[in-house]
Nanobody
Framework: QVQLVESGGGLVQAGGSLRLSCVASGRTFNIYTMGWFRQAPGKEREFVAGTTWTGTYTGYADSVKGRFTISRDNAKTSVYLQMNSLKPEDTAVYYC?????????????????WGQGTQVTVSS
C-alpha cells in the first residue's frame, strides 16, 4: 500500500503564498503520476496540478495557471505545490494523489492513492 501525507496548509491573506508538501511512503514504486486536487464546501473535488514521475510533464487547471507550481523530489518521494498570489476562491481542502498511470491525469477516478487533505484558507 501507499500512504500520502500532506502538510503546509493554513490561513493566509489574499495575495500571499503557501507551499504544500506531500510525502509518500510504503510501496512508492507503484506511483508514477502525482497530483493536487482541492475541494471547497459544497463543491466537487477538482484538479489543480499534476506531474509525471520525472517532472517532464506538468499540467495545471486554468484557474491556477501562472500562480501555482507543482514540483517533486523523487529522492524524498515528495511532491510540492507552491501557491502564489492566492485568492479567496482558492480556499479549499487540498489533497495529494498518486497514480500508477504515466501521464498527467486530471480526473479523480484515475488516481489510486489519496492523502487526508490539508486546509487552505485565503482571507480577503
Amino acid at each position: 500500500q501507499v500512504q500520502l501525507v500532506e502538510s503546509g496548509g493554513g490561513l493566509v491573506q489574499a495575495g500571499g503564498s503557501l507551499r504544500l508538501s506531500c510525502v509518500a511512503s510504503g510501496r512508492t514504486f507503484n506511483i508514477y503520476t502525482m497530483g493536487w486536487f482541492r475541494q471547497a464546501p459544497g463543491k466537487e473535488r477538482e484538479f489543480v496540478a499534476g506531474t509525471t514521475w520525472t517532472g517532464t510533464y506538468t499540467g495545471y487547471a486554468d484557474s491556477v495557471k501562472g500562480r501555482f507550481t507543482i514540483s517533486r523530489d523523487n529522492a524524498k518521494t515528495s511532491v510540492y505545490l507552491q501557491m502564489n498570489s492566492l485568492k479567496p476562491e482558492d480556499t479549499a481542502v487540498y489533497y495529494c494523489a498518486g497514480s500508477r498511470g504515466n501521464r498527467v491525469i486530471r480526473t479523480t477516478m484515475e488516481y489510486d492513492y489519496w492523502g487526508q487533505g490539508t486546509q487552505v484558507t485565503v482571507s480577503s
